[in-house]
């Protein structure tokens, strides 16, 4: 069965940091992924997904995540954050049948905090 | 576009009671349509893929006589946690898959509360 792991559960960082968040899967055969994002008393919002072609995608917000198969990684990446990027960050593949009308497996999700 | 609701947004009933979740997509239409679970402070867990016209599938672990799913057209699908007990209390979320750009879009979830 498809997995996802998230290395950092709870990331704080000061306005104009740069971030990084993680994230490992474990099924070596064809996936789609995504990282979603959740707003304090939202719902999940798509930021970004990756299915084929130039393995550095880029999304809403600024935010931009690569895609590396050799290490199984689909890193988030932004160069400077905002408060307003506090959120709770999730990453989700989906496969092993690799796409069409398949469920999400998430990765435990990574709480964000940006200080002012 | 591709916005998809859920109603109730919160229900409280009593142990042994039925509840009806609906999951609707509003501008797509969407052959397929999910549902999960969220516990506090977890992620989200996938419990049964809804197909429209056909019986849905669930994951290993998730009884189908407890939770019933139905997709009786290409905007709706509905979740009746049956015979509801507090263990049942969770978030549940549900998403469509809009076929167009092979991407799931979220509910913004209903928090159910079994007494």
């Known amino acids: 069965a498809q997995s996802v792991s998230q290395h950092n559960h709870h990331v704080i960082l000061s306005e104009a940091a740069s971030l990084e968040l993680g994230c490992n899967y474990s099924?070596?055969?064809?996936?789609?992924l995504f990282w979603y994002v959740q707003y304090p008393g939202q719902h999940l919002q798509l930021l970004l997904k990756?299915?084929?072609?130039?393995?550095l995608v880029k999304g809403i917000k600024g935010f931009e995540a690569e895609f590396i198969k050799s290490k199984f990684s689909f890193n988030l990446r932004k160069p400077s954050v905002q408060w307003s990027d506090t959120a709770e960050y999730f990453c989700?593949?989906?496969?092993?049948?690799?796409?069409?009308?398949?469920?999400?497996?998430f990765g435990k999700g990574t709480h964000l905090i940006i200080q002012p | 576009g591709a916005v998809v609701s859920q109603h109730p947004s919160w229900v409280i009933c009593k142990s042994g009671t039925s509840v009806k979740i609906e999951c609707r997509s509003l501008?797509?239409?969407?052959?397929?349509m999910f549902w999960y679970r969220q516990f506090p402070k977890q992620s989200l867990m996938l419990m049964a893929t809804?197909?429209?016209?056909?019986?849905?599938?669930?994951e290993q672990g998730v009884e189908k006589d407890k939770f019933l799913i139905n997709h009786a057209s290409l905007t709706l699908s509905t979740l009746t946690v049956t015979s509801a007990h507090p263990e049942d209390s969770s978030f549940y979320i549900c998403?469509?898959?809009?076929?167009?750009?092979?991407?799931?879009?979220f509910g913004p979830g209903t928090r159910l509360t079994v007494l």
């Open positions: 099924y070596g055969g064809t996936v789609n």
């Open positions: 501008d797509f239409q969407a052959t397929t």
């Open positions: 809804s197909n429209e016209g056909s019986k849905a599938t669930y």
């Open positions: 989700a593949v989906t496969g092993p049948s690799g796409g069409g009308a398949d469920g999400l497996t």
């Open positions: 990756y299915f084929s072609g130039d393995p």
């Open positions: 998403s469509a898959q809009q076929q167009s750009t092979d991407t799931q879009y």
